[in-house]
T-cell receptor, first 117, second 110 residues
């Protein structure tokens, strides 16, 4: 089945530094990927929609200059958290839409636990 | 805009049946998903309903009423491993971005 590989699975960084999270579709082409953030005991909050070869579409309240998304190929999307602060500590997870239609489903990466110290 | 509501927490006894409700108000409708998520892990697909009615899949069943903007997930013969969060989600917009409800944390007790 369709697999999205996400890494790193865990990362600890110092406040003020940047962290890059990668999501790769291993056996299919992901035209569109979605990036989510999840705080403890909360649900997945959509941050942005990433489209190959074009600018990402950010949800209201998400700072596009802080959360840089690049989708340079059909198999790779990256999220860079710039100038990270402790409040950015969260679980970040990507998802790809299969065939671009809901009835084909979505596949998720395994998530990245970011801790900013 | 959109609104997706679920109860925050539920508890149930091992072996029992539990129903987790989800109501939604969206502009347009392209189906409704249920996912299971254990802490620190990716969501796991449970069901996708696009037509009205009940769909059964083993111990899990999902129901949809489009006219009422209502769905439920029914879990039978509960097991301890069913303790998890259950997320209701709907695809919206041109890219069918998946929007999640707040999730229901289910605790199964012996």
């Amino acid at each position: 089945g369709a697999v999205v590989s996400q890494h790193p699975s865990r990362v600890i960084c110092k406040s003020g530094t940047s962290v890059k999270i990668e999501c790769r579709s291993l056996d299919f082409q992901a035209t569109t990927m979605f990036w989510y953030r999840q705080f403890p005991k909360q649900s997945l909050m959509l941050m942005a929609t990433s489209n190959e070869g074009s600018k990402a579409t950010y949800e209201q309240g998400v700072e596009k200059d802080k959360f840089l998304i690049n989708h340079a190929s059909l198999t790779l999307s990256t999220l860079t958290v710039t100038s990270a602060h402790p409040e950015d500590s969260s679980f970040y997870i990507c998802s790809a839409s299969l065939q671009g239609a809901p009835n084909y489903g979505y596949t998720f990466g395994s998530g990245t636990r970011l801790t900013v110290v | 805009g959109q609104n997706i509501d679920q109860p925050t927490e539920m508890t149930a006894t091992e072996g029992a049946i539990v129903q987790i409700n989800c109501t939604y108000q969206t502009s347009g409708f392209n189906g409704l998903f249920w996912y299971q998520q254990h802490a620190g892990e990716a969501p796991t697909f449970l069901s996708y309903n696009v037509l009205d009615g009940l769909e059964e899949k083993g111990r899990f069943s999902s129901f949809l009423s489009r006219s009422k903007g209502y769905s439920y997930l029914l879990l039978k013969e509960l097991q301890m491993k069913d303790s998890a969060s259950y997320l209701c989600a709907v695809p919206l917009g041109g890219y069918n971005k998946l929007i999640f409800g707040a999730g229901t944390r289910l605790a199964v007790h012996p």
